[in-house]
């Protein structure tokens, strides 16, 4: 049995399953195993299309559900309708997530998300809207952290995405306190899909702050740019930009968008 057997006990009571599928390796890989315990007809995955989630994770999420044969639910989970998220306060996400889940919730009894136990030890608002929901964290029953959700995605045979680096809402890129802006956000998909091109698979952040624009990089991948690669960085930066905020590259910072207020 590929899935372990916490695991399995968690996804297989349930009388009926709803998936929030972010596109990340947590939510792809808790897919595979629902479907692996219940079987393809037992689980509803849904996805929330949003200028706040990367173009290249809802294509994702469509090929993924496809290839596997698992029915597919894009919503609209209501997010920029609501001033509080729009706003972005420090608890932007509980806001977020209070509006998907709320979503969700009409479409099936039951939903659950791939929290893993290493989220648990981070600031999480969401976290208060998925207990408010009643969302089930089927990796946190089976007391599963990052790097078992990635040995378990390679055991299902998600093949090269376990390997996916962590990346939150695009939204989470803008300063607290900063409007979210669709046009902003849809500027942040395609400077990262531009570096992503150039550089590969690294972790990087294209980030709006009060003081302009910052381009973060993997620390290795940032020391081993020539001074010329790098002024190319920030001249296809401004090409997508297209204002006259300052553009800075830096090593990347987990979270240095968030100011708590």
Excluded at 38 to 58: N, W
Excluded at 118 to 129: E, F, M
Excluded at 191 to 212: F, Q
Aim: charged share 20%.
């Amino acid at each position: 049995m590929s899935v372990p057997a916490a695991l399995y006990a968690a996804l297989e009571a349930p009388a009926s399953l709803t998936i929030a599928l972010s596109g990340g390796i947590d939510s792809l890989t808790l897919s595979a195993a629902a479907a692996d315990v219940r079987g393809a007809d037992r689980v509803t995955l849904c996805h929330a299309v949003s200028a706040a989630v990367p173009a290249a994770a809802t294509a994702r999420v469509k090929a993924f559900s496809a290839d596997r044969g698992l029915h597919l639910e894009l919503v609209d989970a209501g997010e920029f309708a609501d001033p509080a998220y729009r706003a972005n306060p420090v608890n932007r996400c509980y806001f977020c997530k209070s509006n998907l889940y709320g979503t969700l919730a009409r479409m099936g009894p039951l939903v659950a998300a791939g929290t893993n136990t290493d989220d648990l030890s981070d600031y999480r608002p969401g976290l208060q809207a998925a207990a408010e929901h009643g969302v089930l964290h089927p990796f946190v029953d089976a007391e599963m952290s990052k790097a078992d959700v990635r040995v378990l995605a390679r055991m299902l045979g998600l093949g090269d995405l376990a390997e996916l680096p962590a990346a939150p809402c695009l939204a989470s890129r803008i300063e607290t306190g900063l409007r979210v802006e669709p046009a902003d956000l849809q500027v942040i998909d395609r400077v990262e899909m531009m570096l992503r091109g150039l550089l590969g698979n690294v972790t990087l952040r294209c980030r709006l702050l009060r003081g302009g624009w910052a381009v973060e990089l993997d620390r290795l991948a940032l020391a081993s740019l020539s001074a010329q690669k790098r002024a190319e960085i920030v001249a296809q930066v401004q090409r997508f930009t297209a204002d006259d905020r300052p553009i800075r590259l830096r090593a990347y910072s987990r979270g240095s968008a968030f100011v708590h207020q």
